[in-house]
C-alpha cells in the first residue's frame, strides 16, 4: 500500500465550495503580472548554462503567490527578473500589460538578508521611496508612521536598524516596500533567516497586511507549510533547468489559522508538494513531521 | 563564568580600564625606557663630558670626549705624574634627555629666533601646517569625486585606474624639481609634492572602498524606485561613509610624511628649515622637540578625527552620535526580541 493512502489523506485537488468560488473569483480578476517564456541563461565557462527555461504564468491582482522548488531551481533568478534586478535572455515580462525593462516602485522587494540602509533610522527607512517619488518631507513622515503603525513598530520609529532584532527590521523592510505602494510585492524568504517561533509571528503579520491592502503578492520560500499557510496558488518549480512543473490551487479556505496546519487539505497539499519536490522523499509517517504532530496533539 | 583575569584573549576585548591602561603603557614605555638610558649612567653613556681638564693640553673643560680616548688620555698623564682630567660619563648630544627636550619645546615656542628675520618656531610649524593642509585638501577636492565615480562605474574605472595605478609607482620627491621648475620657489611646487604623493594613492583607495559597499543596499534602492544619481547620493555614498573617513584619516597621515620632502624643495621652509637650522648649531634637543611637535600635530588632529567620526557614524553601532542629537529629540526604547 502506498504512503499516502496510508496516511489518509484526501486529493489535495479536492476543494470545498467555498475554495473554489474564492479561487474562481481571482481569476476573474485582472491580470496583474504576466510571466511569457520567460528564459534566462548565465554565461559560464562551458559556455551560456540555462536557469530558467520558458516559465510561463499569471498572476491575478490581490493574489498571494508562492514559489517553492529544489534549492538552486532559479526561484531567486526568476523573482529577481521580475523586479529587474536582471536582464531575461529571452520572454516577457508584463506588468498590467505593459512590459516592465527596469527596476522601479512598481515592484517592492523584501530580501531574505537585512538591507535596511543602516544609516538611516527606522523612520527614514520606510520614507526613502516616498522621498525617491518626489513626496516632501513632511507628508513622507506622516505616511510612514501610519505605515510602521501597521507593522506593529511605531514605537520604534527613531531607532537605527542595528537596535532592531532580525524580525523586526524585516517588518521594516516590508513597511518600507509597502510605503511605496507597489503593485506587486516580491518577497524572496523573507522570515528564512528567522527561528521558527518569529517566523510564525511574521507569518501570521503578513497575512493580516495582505488582507488590509491592495496588494499582490510573490512569495518564495522553502518552507512548505509556511507556503500552504499563506497562498492562493503555488508555482511549483523543478531544476535543471528551472522549469513550471505544477502550478498548485491551495485548497484551505481563508480566512487562515495556525489550527489549519493540521486539516486533511492542509496535509494533502504539503504531501503532494513535498513529492513533487523530493519524489520519494515520504516513505514512512515519521517522514512527514506534522503528522507527528497531529499525533502528539492526540495524546 | 568569563576569565576576565587573563590579558591575552584571542579576538576579544579587553576591560575598558585595562584598555586605557595599555593605552597609557604604549606611550609611558617609551618614555621610561628614554627616561633609563638618560638618567641610569651604567646603560649608556659612552661619552665623558669634562669637568676638569687637569694638565690635559688636547681637551679643554666641557668638552665632549668618547669615554676610550678619556681614559687612553688620562692614561698618559698619569704615566707623565701630571694632574689627570676628571668628568661625568654623559650621552651623545644626538640623544638628549626628556628634560632637555621638555625644556627645548619650551623654549622652542617662547624663545625668539636666533637671527633677527627668521621665522618664530610656532611660523614654522603653521606654515608646515599649511602646506599640508592645502596639498591634502586640493588633493582630496579631485580625489575623493574622482574615486567615488571609478568605484561606482565601470567606465571610468577602466579609463582611470590603470594609469593612476602606474603613476602612483613615482615617488614624489622626483617631481621636485619639476615642480620648481614650473611653479616657481615658493610654496606652490610644496603644495603640488603633497598632492602628487596623496593624489593617485587616494584615487585607488576611494573607488576600493566604494566598491565594497553592500550591493545588497544598492539593490533594496532599486526596488524602492532609486535611479543612478539618487542610488549614488542616497545609497552609495553615506553607505561608504564610515570607511571613506577612515581612508582619508590614514591618508593624512601619508599627507603628512610627504611634508619633510616638500618641504625641502626650492626654498627650505617650515619645520624642516627649523629641524635643518637646530641640527646646524648642533641643538639636538631642539630637533626633538620639533620632531614631537610633528608627532603631536598629527595624533592630535587623529584623535579629534576619530571622535568626530565615531559620533558622526554611531549609526554603526546602533547608536545615536553627538551630533544627531543635536538636531532630535532622543526616544529611549529598548527593543524587545
Ligand atoms: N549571477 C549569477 N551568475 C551565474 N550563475 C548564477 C547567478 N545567479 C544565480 N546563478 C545560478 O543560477 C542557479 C539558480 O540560482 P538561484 O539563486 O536562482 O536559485 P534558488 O532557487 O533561489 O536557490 P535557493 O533555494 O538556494 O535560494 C544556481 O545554480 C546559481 O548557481
Ligand atoms: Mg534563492
Redesign the pocket.
Known amino acids: 500500500m502506498d504512503i499516502h493512502s496510508k496516511l489518509n489523506l484526501p486529493n489535495y485537488r479536492q476543494q470545498s465550495a467555498e475554495v473554489t468560488a474564492a479561487l474562481d473569483q481571482l481569476k476573474k480578476q485582472p491580470v496583474a503580472l504576466e510571466i511569457a517564456n520567460l528564459t534566462k541563461e ?1 554565461p ?1 565557462d562551458a559556455g551560456p ?1 540555462r ?1 530558467l527555461n520558458d516559465v510561463s504564468f499569471k498572476v491575478y491582482q490581490r493574489e498571494f503567490l508562492s514559489i517553492i ?1 529544489p ?8 523573482i529577481r527578473l521580475l523586479a529587474c534586478l536582471e536582464e531575461s535572455t529571452d520572454g516577457l515580462i508584463l506588468l498590467n500589460k505593459y512590459p516592465v525593462r527596469e527596476t522601479g516602485a512598481d515592484r517592492g522587494m523584501v530580501f531574505q538578508k537585512y538591507t535596511l540602509f543602516p544609516w538611516l533610522t527606522v523612520k527614514k527607512n520606510v520614507m526613502f521611496g516616498l522621498e525617491v517619488s518626489g513626496r516632501g518631507k513632511f507628508d513622507a513622515e506622516i505616511e510612514a508612521r501610519q505605515w510602521l503603525d501597521i507593522v506593529g513598530l511605531e514605537e520604534y520609529a527613531d531607532l537605527y536598524p542595528a537596535q532592531l532584532s532580525g524580525g523586526m527590521q524585516q517588518r521594516v523592510a516590508i513597511a518600507r516596500a509597502l510605503a511605496n505602494k507597489p503593485q506587486v510585492l516580491l518577497m524572496d ?1 523573507p522570515f528564512g533567516a528567522l527561528d521558527a517561533q518569529t517566523r510564525a509571528k511574521m507569518q501570521a503579520y503578513l497575512l493580516q497586511i495582505w488582507e488590509k491592502i491592495d496588494i499582490t503578492i510573490i512569495f ?1 520560500t ?1 518552507d512548505l507549510d509556511e507556503a500552504v499557510y499563506l497562498s492562493d496558488r503555488i508555482l511549483v518549480l523543478k531544476a535543471n533547468p ?1 522549469e513550471v512543473q505544477e502550478l498548485v490551487e491551495v485548497p484551505v479556505p481563508r480566512s487562515r489559522t495556525p489550527e489549519q496546519f493540521l486539516s486533511p487539505e492542509f496535509l494533502a497539499t504539503k504531501f503532494h508538494l513535498e513529492e513533487l519536490i523530493h519524489p520519494g522523499h515520504i516513505r514512512s509517517a515519521d517522514d512527514f513531521k506534522v503528522v507527528k504532530m497531529v499525533g502528539e496533539k492526540d495524546k | 563564568m568569563e576569565n576576565n583575569s587573563k590579558w591575552i584573549r584571542f579576538g576579544r576585548l579587553l576591560p575598558q580600564k585595562r584598555r586605557r591602561g595599555l593605552t597609557t603603557a604604549s606611550f609611558l614605555l617609551p618614555l621610561l625606557l628614554w627616561a633609563a638610558i638618560s638618567y641610569i649612567p651604567g646603560i649608556w653613556h659612552p661619552e665623558v663630558r669634562i669637568a676638569d681638564p687637569g694638565d690635559s693640553i688636547y681637551f679643554a673643560q666641557g668638552d665632549i670626549v668618547e669615554k676610550g680616548t678619556f681614559k687612553l688620555e688620562n692614561e698618559n698623564l698619569r704615566a707623565e705624574g701630571a694632574r689627570f682630567m676628571t668628568g661625568r660619563r654623559v650621552n651623545p648630544v644626538y640623544f638628549p634627555a626628556p628634560h632637555q627636550v621638555a625644556r627645548a619645546l619650551y623654549a622652542a615656542f617662547a624663545a625668539p629666533p636666533r637671527r633677527d628675520g627668521d621665522p618664530w618656531f610656532y611660523e614654522s610649524v603653521l606654515h608646515s601646517v599649511r602646506v599640508v593642509f592645502w596639498g591634502f585638501f586640493l588633493s582630496s577636492v579631485l580625489g575623493v569625486p574622482l574615486g567615488i565615480l571609478c568605484g561606482v562605474f565601470d567606465f571610468f574605472a577602466k579609463l582611470i585606474e590603470p594609469f593612476v595605478e602606474f603613476f602612483r609607482y613615482f615617488p614624489a620627491p622626483v617631481f621636485g624639481a619639476l615642480a620648481v621648475a614650473i611653479l616657481g620657489i615658493n610654496d606652490a611646487p610644496k603644495v603640488a609634492i603633497i598632492f602628487i604623493g596623496t593624489f593617485f594613492q587616494q584615487v585607488l583607495v576611494m573607488a576600493n572602498t566604494t566598491r565594497q559597499v553592500d550591493f545588497n543596499l544598492v539593490e533594496a534602492a532599486q526596488t524602492l524606485g532609486a535611479r543612478p544619481m539618487t542610488l549614488l547620493f542616497k545609497v552609495v555614498i553615506p553607505a561608504s561613509l564610515p570607511k571613506l573617513y577612515l581612508d582619508m584619516r590614514i591618508l593624512l597621515g601619508w599627507a603628512w610624511t610627504y611634508l619633510i620632502v616638500a618641504e625641502v624643495v626650492g626654498t627650505t621652509t617650515g619645520i624642516s628649515w627649523f629641524i635643518n637650522q637646530q641640527a646646524k648649531y648642533r641643538a639636538f634637543d631642539n630637533v626633538y622637540a620639533a620632531i614631537l611637535v610633528l608627532g603631536f600635530i598629527g595624533l592630535g588632529t587623529d584623535m579629534i578625527l576619530a571622535a568626530v567620526g565615531r559620533s558622526l557614524f554611531a549609526w554603526e553601532r546602533g547608536e545615536r552620535g553627538f551630533f544627531s542629537t543635536l538636531t532630535k529629540s532622543r526616544k529611549p526604547n529598548t527593543p524587545e526580541s
Open positions: 548565465f559560464s548554462r536557469v522548488g534549492s538552486g531551481c532559479g526561484k531567486s533568478t526568476l524568504e518564495i522553502h528551472g
